[in-house]
């Protein structure tokens, strides 16, 4: 429920403002030398774990002491979307390390969806569902062993490549879930505006 009374300036909003401001430093740590530099490497890796998991400590925050607020219904999903969204691009772009069909999916999946359920807002409210929210890990997991060097460790791509189409395969299968749900509801509400 959204606490009016909340400040938008709150503890939970100021980390996720802080979360969407490490995404050009993210983008920058990994485009050094190219996304050669196994140093730079890490450290953008270290970003954007440390981005993914302050997602975690936002909700928490806002959840544990009423800060829910409309601005941060707004900008957690917008902060989500840029970490997740800029990693993908820059390892399919200038990295090369993905190709296309993965990153355009997967963002066109999380745009769609995230739009549909603010539309549906005048219905009701589309709770993130188990299968969403191990989608989410899986992308942050699997995007993070793709950030990682992986110079002469083969086992370790192969690994990654799994947790990727796992990853992939989550997000398109939820993504129809979504649909559906949405669908029904849509659907329901107004069988139920015809009948009265």
Do not use: C
């Not at 299968?131 to 992986?150: D, E």
């Amino acid at each position: 429920m959204v606490n009016d009374a909340a400040s938008p300036w709150n503890i939970a909003n100021i980390v996720t403002m802080i979360r969407i401001a490490m995404v050009p430093f993210f983008a920058w740590a990994l485009l050094v030398e190219g996304g050669d530099d196994t140093t730079w490497r890490i450290v953008a890796t270290a970003i954007f774990v440390v981005a993914a998991v302050s997602d975690k400590v936002d909700g928490y925050l806002a959840r544990s002491r009423g800060l829910i607020t409309d601005l941060g219904k707004l900008l957690d999903p917008i902060a989500d979307k840029l970490l997740v969204g800029a990693a993908l691009v820059l390892l399919w772009i200038p990295l090369g390390e993905v190709p296309w069909w993965i990153p355009v999916i997967i963002l066109v999946r999380e745009l769609g969806i995230t739009f549909m359920r603010m539309g549906m807002l005048k219905y009701e409210v589309m709770p993130a569902s188990r299968g969403g929210k191990l989608k989410t890990v899986l992308q942050a997991v699997a995007i993070s062993m793709f950030l990682l060097p992986r110079d002469g460790f083969e086992w370790f791509t192969v690994i990654a490549w799994v947790v990727l189409m796992a990853a992939f395969v989550v997000t398109v299968v939820t993504g129809v879930e979504y649909v559906y749900q949405g669908w029904k509801i849509r659907r329901d509400a107004r069988a139920g505006t015809r009948s009265v």
